[in-house]
């Protein structure tokens, strides 16, 4: 689902997709499949570990490089990273932004964008 907030310069302009986030399987999460030639940026995330504790990283492709650390999460505790116009997050080329977890539920909500390399963030 695409929402209307608009991004980037007139001529580059990029609308935030939403993805739904639902897994208990554990391991690398990708917040959207990852596309040739095109970055994925992650502007806003409302993300809850649902069970037991757990331990969350972002890392950039499945298999990929971490891109956070690894931050601890108690029982029903969330993550909410607000738009403030800069991604949070960002997939190299081809790649796309992940979310490792634990064999826990994580449910919540992704607002991120995919564009061609040369479109500005």
Known sequence: MTTN????????SASLTRAVIN???GGDIAIVA?????????????????AAANVITFK??????ATSG???????????LPMDGEPWYQSALGG????NSGATQ???????TQTPALAPP
Do not use: C, H
């Open 70 to 80: 690894p931050m601890a999460l108690g029982a029903n505790a969330e993550i909410i």
């Open 96 to 99: 796309t932004v992940v979310i």
């Open 60 to 65: 950039d492709n499945t298999g990929g490089n």
């Open 23 to 25: 897994s208990a399987a």
């Open 5 to 12: 907030v608009k991004l980037g310069a007139s001529d580059g």
């Open 34 to 50: 990852a596309a040739p030639n095109q970055i994925v940026r992650l502007y806003k995330l409302l993300l809850v570990n649902t």
């Open 106 to 112: 994580i449910s919540g909500t992704a607002w991120f």
